[in-house]
């Protein structure tokens, strides 16, 4: 069943809402198996790899700290990725892909 946007998903026993730009709307509710649902199901990554997790542990945990995503600067110093790497990684990039598969809300600013 295709996704569509704004609606509710069972991801396991969690119930997800994804706003009208399949955002996490209930970010409290993220765990690695939503990830997993969102990434696969969002932006077509059917196995996340120990990469996927690099980038998407390090903007949940700055998301959970800042209650933002993190600039684009600085999540390739921190990561290590090129922002290539990160586009072959997410092929929505850094804010349309790895913030949403992070459980982020639609960063602002430039990422």
């Given at each position: 069943?295709?996704v569509?946007?704004?609606?509710e998903?069972?991801?396991?026993?969690?119930?997800?809402?994804?706003?009208?730009?399949?955002?996490?709307?209930?970010?409290?509710?993220?765990?690695?198996?939503?990830?997993?649902?969102?990434?696969?199901e969002?932006?077509?990554?059917q196995?996340?790899?120990?990469?996927?997790?690099?980038?998407?542990?390090?903007?949940?945990e700055?998301?959970?700290?800042y209650?933002?995503?993190?600039p684009?600067?600085?999540?390739?110093?921190?990561?290590?990725?090129?922002?290539e790497?990160?586009y072959q990684?997410?092929?929505?990039?850094?804010?349309?892909?790895?913030c949403?598969?992070?459980?982020?809300?639609?960063p602002?600013?430039c990422?």
């Amino acid at each position: 069943m295709p996704v569509k946007c704004p609606g509710e998903y069972k991801v396991d026993d969690v119930t997800i809402i994804l706003d009208e730009e399949c955002f996490l709307s209930n970010p409290e509710v993220w765990n690695e198996k939503v990830a997993e649902w969102m990434a696969r199901e969002l932006e077509g990554i059917q196995k996340m790899t120990e990469d996927h997790w690099k980038v998407v542990k390090y903007l949940r945990e700055y998301w959970e700290t800042y209650g933002v995503c993190p600039p684009i600067k600085m999540l390739l110093k921190e990561t290590g990725f090129t922002l290539e790497q990160i586009y072959q990684l997410f092929p929505s990039g850094p804010a349309n892909g790895a913030c949403k598969v992070a459980g982020a809300p639609k960063p602002t600013g430039c990422v």
